[in-house]
């Protein structure tokens, strides 16, 4: 898809720090990482969200994101790691390709990237 962000990342037409890539998956650095190593794990087929990905693609891109996961704790210290994904308008999505942030977490960080229960 012409217009969208991480199809012009994947096929070189924009900019990207790109951390690692393989048939199916591409790997780089958000525009605003929300922490030291904050990552996105991408396939490079155009899929918008969970409810159209392939399985195979996503068996992928989870195994992936698991490897950058353990590399990026060890290579930033971090003392651990959210793996976040949004699917949809109103669950967050603001990219219409799928993707899975990594996140790497440290003490007192001051992130908040956890549910809260409804009042």
């Not at 603001?94 to 440290?106: C, G, K, L, N, T």
């Amino acid at each position: 898809m012409e217009s969208c962000i991480f199809c012009q990342i994947n096929n070189r037409k924009s900019p990207a720090t790109i951390i690692f890539e393989n048939s199916k998956i591409i790997v780089f650095n958000p525009i605003d990482p929300v922490s030291k190593g904050h990552t996105l794990v991408v396939p490079k087929e155009h899929f918008e969200n969970i409810l159209d990905i392939d399985p195979s693609v996503l068996k992928e891109l989870i195994l992936v994101s698991k490897d950058i996961s353990m590399e990026l704790t060890k290579k930033y210290k971090a003392t651990g790691v959210n793996l976040l994904q949004a699917s949809g308008k109103d669950a967050g999505q603001s990219v219409f390709h799928f993707h899975m942030h990594v996140v790497p977490r440290y003490k007192n960080d001051g992130l908040d990237l956890w549910l809260r229960e409804k009042i």
